[in-house]
Structure formats: C-alpha cells, structure tokens
C-alpha cells in the first residue's frame, strides 16, 4: 500500500514536471551557433580566443548592467582560464590580469581616514565590479526589472549557452520593427450603443477612442530558427505590438498572445524583456581583428558566460576521462581475481 503510495505521488510529480515543461515551450527552442560548442561533450574544451573576445564583450557591453559576483579577476588567469599563463601559477602575479582588473575602477571596500569609500583601480583579488550598489538601484534604472547576476546563468537557464547565445541574437532586426498608428480593436464596438438606430451617442462613443501609435513588428520578417511559419501565419494581420520599454524576443520564456493582431491560436513564440538588442554589428573592436558580427560575439559571450558557470570544467574532463578508464580496467581486474579467489568454493 505504502508503495503504490510513492508510485502514485511519484507519477503526479512527474506529470506536474511535464506541464511546467510544455508550458515554457512557449518560447522559440535554443539553438547552438553554427558548427556546434567546442566544449560539448566528455572531452570537449573551451576555445581560448573565444573566451578571451567573450570576456571583453561582457567588459565592454554587459557589465554596465550584469554583475558577476561570484567572479573575481584572479579567475580569468587560474588554469583552464581565459587569460592562464603558465609562467604565472599564481595569476595574482600576472601582469596581464593586473592589467585587466586596473582598467576597471571599484569602490574599495574599506574606508578612508574621514570615513569616505574612494575609488581606486581593481586588483586581481577583487570582485568583478557590480554595476549597481544595490537591486533597488537596478530596477529603478532598468524599466523595473533588475538585470540578473550572470556569475551562473548558464546553468540556471533551459538550454545553457545556447540559450543565451540564441536570445542575444534572436532578436528581430530592426527592419521588422516599425511605429505605426493602430486602432485599438475596442473602437471597432462603440461602448455606449443602446441598440437605438442612428443615437448620436454612439458617434461619441467612436470619436473618443482614438487610434494609437504603436511599436509593431513585421512578424513574416522575423526568422526563428526551427520554427516554420506556417503560411499565412503572419501576414498582414500578424502583426505584433511592443510594450513600452519592453522587448520582442522569441527565445524569452512568456506569452505574445496579449500583444498579437491577428488569430490569438497562431501567435508567435517567445516574449517580451525589458533588456533591448545589445550586440549590433561592430558593438566591440576585437582585439585580435575577429569580426564583430552579432552572431560572433553572442557566440563568444555565450561561452565564455559557460566557463564562468563552470571555471573548472576542463580540469574535471582532463582528471575525469582517465580516472574513468582507470576505474574500467579496475574493475575487470576485480572480477577476474574474484573468480580465482573463489574457484575452488561452491557457491
Ligand atoms: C542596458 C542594460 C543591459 C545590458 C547592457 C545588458 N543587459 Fe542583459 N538584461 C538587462 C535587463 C534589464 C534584464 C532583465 C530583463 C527582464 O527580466 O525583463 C536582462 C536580462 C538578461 C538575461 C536573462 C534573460 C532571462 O532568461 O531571464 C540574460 C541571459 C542577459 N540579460 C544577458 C546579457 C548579456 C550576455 C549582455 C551583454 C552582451 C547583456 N545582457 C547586456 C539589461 C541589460
């Protein structure tokens, strides 16, 4: 009894887990970039220049909104780091992490002698700066929403990396967004209509609501990839308005149905963030003369937002892979001596 008990709750948890999950399907599924992650699967690893051109797009674009507090400077130069040098086993003394943190002005964390907090350059040892002092200052700068922590993002978003490389470069461009008025569907019933033929009142009750520039996307200009735009889906009358403040993208978790002129069953994926485009064409100069394409640098923030997440996942693989194949042998081994051991014995 007590059995079928756990099995019963283990399968409504389960079938409660299953809706949770086809509701987010809502949003556009994440795709990886071209040519797949280099550091996918058991022996897979970072790429070092991508990791490199990642940490300056977040330097450059995103830490002027995201903190990474779990993230010190010293880290970009530990082994498996984008900026590792083995002449310099302890990365506190590498010239070139140096370098990086003193480019960036913190608030030093101990006061003065009159009480006041200065500003001086980084150092290795400190924290990645955090852009805001506090969540409130955050929100306030930011249309009401904070932008989140991005020390683990990775692992605490459906489809990791490519999640964050498909919503920084789903968004639709800007030739799919244009400002035009639209009459509100409301107007469309006068409000006042008493059923009396030719009332005047109703005249009023149409004058008074009137049509409204909106922000709407061209949705049959919008590509998402794996998903097929049925035909007609969105045509003319698939159009989508943009909240104020709040933006288009079809990989965000949410629902468009609210916003979306045309058949409510047909709206498209995705939802609205309150964080716009960010990486345009040649947003960053890469140091090592990479083009600066959208796709690029979502690509490389993507991964170096991985390594972030998981700093030492190479060490893992290089220590795991051979600890696995040691423990195989280990084990027949095991099975042949256990075989000799008890020969001689029925069991
Ligand atoms: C101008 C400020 C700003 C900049 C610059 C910015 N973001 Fe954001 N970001 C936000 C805000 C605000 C949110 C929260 C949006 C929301 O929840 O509506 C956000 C949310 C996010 C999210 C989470 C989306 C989710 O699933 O909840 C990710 C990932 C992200 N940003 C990555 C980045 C990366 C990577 C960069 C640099 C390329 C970047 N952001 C640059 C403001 C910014």
Known sequence: MKAFRILAAGLAGLSLAAMAHAEGGAAAHPHEPEGGWPFDGITGQFDMPSLQRGYQVYREVCSSCHSMKLMSYRNLGEPGGPFYDPDYPNPNDNPFVKALAADVEIQSPTPNEVGDYDFRPAMPADQFRSPYANVNAARAANNGAAPPDLSVIVKARHGGASYVYSLLSGYPHEDAISTREVTPAAVTTPASDNGTPDDPSDDVAEVST??????????????????????????????????????????????????????????????????????????????????????????????????????????????????????????????????????????
Do not use: C
Not at 215 to 229: L, Y
Not at 232 to 238: F, N, R, V
Not at 296 to 322: C, N, Y
């Open 210 to 347: 009137p049509a409204e520039m909106q922000t709407i996307i061209d949705m049959s200009k919008v590509d998402i990839a794996g998903h097929e735009a049925a035909e007609g889906e969105h045509g003319d009358a698939g159009l989508l308005i943009q909240p104020a403040g709040q933006y288009y993208n079809p990989y965000m978790a949410g629902d468009t149905t609210p916003q979306y002129i045309g058949d409510p069953r047909r709206s498209p994926p995705g939802g609205f963030l309150a964080m716009g485009p960010q990486l345009t064409p040649g947003r960053v100069t890469f140091a090592d003369g990479t083009e600066a394409t959208t796709e690029q640098m979502a690509h490389d923030v993507a991964q170096f937002l991985a390594w972030a997440s998981e700093p030492k996942q190479i060490t893992r693989k290089s220590l795991g892979l051979p600890v696995m194949i040691y423990l195989g042998i280990l084990s027949v081994l095991l099975w042949f001596s256990y075989k000799r051991i008890w020969r001689k014995v029925e069991h």
